[in-house]
């Protein structure tokens, strides 16, 4: 079965990415969504660079894909984020993008969180299915078992990654979840100011559950 085929029986509609408004912006102004190991060439962002994550160190070898979520964020990580940047003047944005990416060459699955030691990843249907299987191992003696009650779209780890090499045309941008109705009218000014082409394809949706 291809990663299409799976795409469509498991109704994967969404590959998501959480990112700060500073992100966002960043991401408007250049047009792309780019991997960690790119952000510092691009001039553009200079001013703005805020990253996610203080510490790297541990899937340096993976700083040129993009890590994304599939279905569902990785809550565990998007509250650690959330934590280290609550005292700035930032809100959050979550990024949805067409599941067809996925399809895509060179894109890699990791069954976990990609800078865990035990993590296995692969490429193509093998790599997609591997993360659906029913028991995936995070660390040495720490295994989750896929739960009946979840639905098909849901990964067994919700830490599991899409991993994109290098850079992600908006092209692909399909909504844009926001917290408040005065973070949608910020992004939707951002989007109408800097990429107007993306007014009619891109919803920007109020979805304070997820955050």
């Not at 895509?104 to 490429?123: C, I, M, Q």
């Not at 003696?141 to 045309?169: F, G, M």
């Not at 800097?194 to 919803?203: G, K, M, S, Y």
């Amino acid at each position: 079965m291809s990663v299409q085929d799976q795409i469509v029986r498991r109704k994967i509609d969404e590959v998501l990415h959480f990112t700060t408004s500073n992100g966002m912006l960043g991401i408007l102004s250049t047009g792309r969504l780019l991997a960690h190991s790119l952000l510092p060439e691009e001039k553009l962002l200079a001013h703005i660079l805020q990253i996610n994550c203080k510490d790297r160190s541990r899937d340096r070898e993976w700083h040129s894909y993009i890590n994304l979520s599939l279905s569902r964020l990785n809550g565990s990580f998007f509250n650690i984020s959330r934590g280290w940047h609550e005292t700035e003047d930032i809100f959050w944005c979550i990024l949805s993008f067409h599941s067809k990416l996925m399809t895509h060459p060179g894109v890699l699955f990791a069954t976990t969180n990609n800078a865990y030691p035990k993590t296995e990843r692969a490429p193509d249907e093998a790599g997609l299915e591997a993360l659906f299987g029913p028991s995936i191992r995070q660390f040495s003696s720490k295994w989750i078992s896929r739960s009946k009650s979840l639905p098909d779209n849901h990964t067994t780890c919700h830490q599991a990654e899409v991993l994109y090499p290098e850079e992600l045309s908006l092209s692909y941008l399909q909504k844009i979840y926001v917290k408040t109705v005065e973070h949608q009218d910020e992004v939707s000014a951002l989007i109408a100011l800097l990429r107007p082409e993306l007014e009619t394809n891109v919803q920007v949706i109020v979805a304070p559950h997820l955050f």
